[in-house]
């Protein structure tokens, strides 16, 4: 069982930031960040494997977005730098069984966190 609860969603413009939070609930080893814009597929963004900080990212979002993690508040984070139109999406937390961005090992989910970003 796992618990994730997802907060800091909004709207800003491009070439601004979001900071991302999830509070989990969650004894495995991979937690990770996954978005949905309208009309598309689901896509991994960033995963970490909790035990040693070890991170994965999407090539879309490489030097802009960074996953990190609060072991004793037990909250993951996104920090999402220089965001682009094109990053408009809902955001979910996921526990994943392995360090892939692949949704097909997603275990659980959160209910997600609307990132919008005008042109």
């Known amino acids: 069982q796992a618990q994730l609860v997802e907060s800091g969603g909004g709207s800003v413009q491009a070439g601004g930031s979001l900071n991302l939070s999830c509070a989990y609930r969650?004894?495995?080893?991979?937690l990770g960040w996954f978005r949905q814009a309208p009309g598309e597929e689901r896509e991994g963004v960033a995963v970490m494997y909790i035990g040693s900080g070890s991170t994965i990212y999407a090539d879309s979002v490489k030097g802009r977005f960074t996953i990190s993690q609060d072991n004793a508040k037990k909250t993951l984070y996104l920090q999402m730098n220089s965001l682009k139109p094109e990053d408009t999406a809902m955001y979910y937390c996921?526990?994943?069984?392995?360090?892939?961005?692949?949704?097909?090992?997603?275990?659980?989910w959160g209910q997600g966190t609307q990132v919008t970003v005008s042109s």
């Open positions: 969650y004894g495995g080893d991979f």
């Open positions: 996921a526990a994943v069984s392995m360090q892939t961005l692949s949704v097909r090992f997603v275990n659980y």
